[in-house]
C-alpha cells in the first residue's frame, strides 16, 4: 500500500526557507518518481517539483532557483528545500508519485498521494 507521510510545513516570513519531508513507503524511490504539488482551496492544483527514479529533476517555472528537490533512497524519504519564499508560495504541499520511472512537470499527475503539508509565507 502505498503511503506518505510529510511533514516540515509551518509559518515563514518572506525571503525565508523551509525544508520539507516526504517518507514514502509501499514502494521504492529507486524505481519509481516521486515528487510534490500544492493546492489551495478554490485553485488549481500546481505541480512543483519531481524526481525521476534515475535522479533526474524538474521544476515549476514558479519555483525554479528557489527550490530544490532532493532524495534519499536508503530512508525512502524525499526532501524539498524551499528558499526566497514568497506570499504567494502559500499553500497546502502534497508529496505523490505516478508509480512511473520518470516525470515531468507536464506529465506528472500523482496518482498516489499523501495529507499534505501547510506551507504559509507571511509577515
Known amino acids: 500500500q502505498v503511503q506518505f507521510v510529510e511533514s516540515g510545513g509551518g509559518l515563514v516570513q518572506p525571503g525565508g526557507s523551509l525544508r520539507l519531508s516526504c517518507v514514502a513507503s509501499g514502494f521504492s524511490l529507486g524505481y519509481y518518481n516521486i515528487g510534490w504539488f500544492r493546492q489551495a482551496p478554490g485553485k488549481e492544483r500546481e505541480g512543483v517539483a519531481c524526481i525521476s527514479s534515475d535522479g533526474r529533476t524538474a521544476y515549476a517555472d514558479s519555483v525554479k532557483g528557489r527550490f530544490t528537490l532532493s532524495r534519499d533512497n536508503a530512508k525512502n524519504t524525499v526532501y524539498l528545500q524551499m528558499n526566497s519564499l514568497k506570499p504567494e508560495d502559500t499553500d497546502v504541499y502534497y508529496c505523490?508519485?505516478?508509480?512511473?520511472?520518470?516525470?515531468?512537470?507536464?506529465?506528472?499527475?500523482?496518482?498516489?498521494w499523501g495529507q499534505g503539508t501547510q506551507l504559509t509565507v507571511s509577515s
Open positions: 505523490a508519485t505516478d508509480l512511473n520511472p520518470s516525470c515531468t512537470i507536464a506529465t506528472f499527475k500523482g496518482a498516489y
